[in-house]
């Protein structure tokens, strides 16, 4: 008999007293109703209490605030699909790498490279998260994820309060990464400390008009 | 280790064992001054922070209820949850394979290492692959495993056992950390401090190139959703994003209750999970996928269904619920002997509340000196109140400690002592006037306590009572007789 085969019929076996299989009570928040102000004023205070970098903006600011967080990168990658003019005021010293389908940058390249810049999928304030999906406008996993620091874009028109109110958002069978903060760890003493192997810092662009 | 079987169908093995009586094992530990401050600081910071973020939600106990009906849910129809995940997981490039025990995991993992030709791997931490002993059967077959969770590295460098299913390292405190990592990393600044952020980037620097080599990855999961085939890990470092999306390979060692019925369960367990856990409103990272993605992560991806005693639990109709557990810890937390005593007293991979009924149920009450386990527990209910899935912990452990006796009973000839106090007890408790007649006895307990009117050392068994407190002397006359004469005399 096959492993599978006598696992499920083990599990036959120790469900013969036919356990009644309960309806699901969902009585917790599915929707909420807060305004666009109380909104990103909860998201920030999450994102500050994780030790996030976090700027309200406009559309119009977006160029000039990501030159000003990336002021001290020597490079930084981007997915094909983001905005390029996000990256129009960018200096000179800091060269711009793409990531694309069939021009995929190799791992150790993204290890010299300081900085990325993505857009994201949803937001939920109340937890302080902040939800890729692999949108073309964040791009493969791996990019998000070997850069020290991590420029991304909100946009207020995605940020929701509850978690509940996310999913329906979500393509969930893409690989997603959900972010609340930069890396942390409580493995020492249980206390949070900031830092390990993800981005150490993360940069949140909250963009009014997005 | 020594396995006794009894005729039990397929209990676990591996790592899920008390191995010694757990009151002997407490003992020891508790003359561990250090580990009980440690957990004592540990253990009180993370009740707080609980609290504080558990509060801040005005619908805790409707996610409570969802999470536990959703778990009941899908124990009920287990058999269907997992062919559909299996469906949808290999549908989208996944393959599964299916473990009945711990070694048949082991040889399955360490296949699938062998066939990509690399003799290292990069791991996420993972209950199961614990519960398995992958890494010590991994290194007989030639095959190094890097534990890349800075807990799980503090306990693999320091040649050390975990204490705490999410903090293995709880009972080590910064210095004893900094200790361990000057001691053993290759590469280390020796003039490393204890601050917590330090320790933490000499970890960084430690796995950074393992990370950007490292061909095979193996992980556990949170959960597994049967209607899409996706695969979920919880984690706070990025260790778990870096094994989950750089190597080509991937390989997955989960235990067959983690399934949930719908993608959109997940809305209930990251709002109970993180909270319950580390205390935080939600934690760093979390990852999801779906079997393979194009251009996007692990090229080659597996998942090993493991049972290793899970259907042995599931068949205890009073204890199946404690398959429910997601892992978060919270009971280890609250309880008051965990605290003391530190989770190597429990001796399973499973330590705590949770720890004392699921290894029992998942290898046999029976087996080598699980039968302590049950009993250590005030009862106090901290656990049932703290579980983000209401497991009546308090509830099973009563239900073990009458399976404890019951298999205990035929192995005496005589009767033992606690057979005989429990006849007596049965017997004198039946009826009122039996009662009465031994309570005209009680009076003659005055004459074994001493001057201070004490009675300081009892016989037998029962001088586990009086090993830490006297019994005051009993009443001249006993409240029943001294009713009976009121009466008479109105």
Request: charged share 25%; aromatic share 4%.
């Amino acid at each position: 008999m096959s492993a599978k085969d006598e696992i499920l019929g083990r599990i036959r076996s120790a469900l013969a007293d036919a356990p009644v299989a309960p309806e699901v009570p969902r009585e917790y928040r599915k929707t909420s109703d807060m305004g666009e102000a109380e909104l990103i004023e909860l998201l920030v205070d999450r994102l500050v209490d994780y030790k996030a970098g976090v700027d309200v903006i406009d559309a119009a600011q977006i160029p000039e605030f990501v030159a000003a967080k990336l002021a001290g990168a020597s490079s930084v990658v981007y997915p094909h699909g983001l905005d390029t003019s996000w990256l129009s005021a960018l200096g000179e010293s800091v060269e711009q790498r793409v990531d694309a389908p069939g021009a995929r940058l190799g791992i150790a390249e993204l290890d010299e490279t300081s900085a990325v810049v993505t857009s994201s999928a949803v937001s939920v304030a109340e937890s302080g998260t902040i939800i890729l999906d692999g949108e073309p406008n964040q791009g493969r996993r791996a990019i998000s994820l070997v850069p020290d620091q991590h420029v991304c874009i909100v946009p207020v028109s995605s940020i929701v309060r509850l978690l509940p109110e996310a999913m329906p958002r979500l393509t969930i069978t893409r690989p997603q990464t959900w972010i609340s903060g930069p890396s942390a760890t409580s493995d020492i003493e249980l206390e949070r400390v900031e830092g390990v192997h993800g981005p150490r810092t993360l940069d949140v662009l909250m963009v009014r008009g997005l | 280790m020594t396995q006794v079987f009894l005729g039990m169908p397929a209990g676990g093995q591996g790592n899920l064992f008390e191995t010694e009586p757990f009151p002997k094992a407490a003992h020891r530990e508790l003359g561990n001054t250090q580990m009980r401050k440690n957990l004592r600081h540990a253990t009180h910071t993370i009740r707080d922070k609980r609290l504080n973020v558990v509060g801040e939600l005005p619908d805790w106990e409707e996610l409570r209820d969802a999470g536990s009906a959703i778990k009941n849910l899908t124990m009920a129809n287990l058999e269907e949850r997992l062919e559909e995940f299996e469906k949808n997981f290999t549908a989208r490039g996944g393959v599964v394979h299916w473990a009945r025990d711990a070694a048949e995991a082991n040889k399955i993992v360490t296949e699938l290492v062998k066939a990509t030709g690399s003799n290292e791997v990069v791991k996420v931490k993972s209950m199961a692959t614990q519960e398995i002993g992958l890494n010590e059967h991994l290194e007989t077959e030639g095959i190094e495993a890097f534990e890349t969770d800075l807990a799980e590295l503090i306990v693999q460098l320091g040649n050390d056992k975990p204490s705490h299913i999410l903090v293995p390292a709880i009972h080590k405190n910064r210095t004893e950390v900094r200790d361990i990592f000057l001691k053993e990393m290759p590469v280390v600044d020796p003039n490393l401090t204890d601050e917590p952020a330090k320790l933490a980037e000499a970890a960084r620097k430690h796995l950074r190139k393992k990370f950007l080599a490292a061909k095979v990855a193996i992980s556990g999961a949170n959960f597994a959703l049967a209607d899409t085939g996706t695969l979920g890990v919880v984690e706070s470092e990025g260790n778990g994003r870096m094994c989950l999306t750089l190597p080509e390979t991937l390989i997955t060692v989960m235990g067959i209750e983690k399934v949930l019925p719908h993608w959109e369960d997940i809305e209930v367990f990251m709002q109970l999970l993180p909270r319950s856990s580390t205390g935080e409103r939600m934690n760093p990272y979390t990852s999801l996928w779906t079997g393979v993605s194009e251009d996007d992560g692990p090229q080659n991806v597996h998942i090993v269904l493991l049972d290793n005693g899970r259907t042995r639990a599931l068949a205890d109709r009073f204890g199946r619920t404690a398959l429910n557990c997601i892992r978060c810890s919270a009971c280890m937390n609250v309880c008051p002997v965990y605290e003391r005593t530190g989770g190597h007293a429990y001796g399973s991979t499973y330590p705590g509340p949770i720890g004392a009924i699921l290894s029992p149920l998942l290898t046999g009450i029976e087996v080598e000196e699980n039968g302590s386990l049950p009993y250590a527990s005030s009862l106090c209910g901290a656990c049932y109140d703290a579980c983000p899935v209401k497991i009546n912990i308090p509830e099973i452990l009563v239900h073990l400690r009458g399976d404890d006796v019951d298999a205990n009973r035929d192995k005496h000839k005589i009767p033992t002592q606690m057979d005989l106090l429990m006849k007596g007890g049965s017997w004198a408790l039946g009826k009122g006037k039996n009662i009465g007649l031994l309570e005209k006895a009680l009076p003659l307990g005055r004459l074994v306590s001493g001057k201070d009117k004490k009675i300081k050392k009892l016989p037998g068994i029962a001088a586990g009572w009086t090993a830490s407190r006297d019994i005051p002397a009993p009443p001249s006359k006993s409240f029943r007789d001294w009713w009976s004469d009121e009466k008479e005399s109105k």
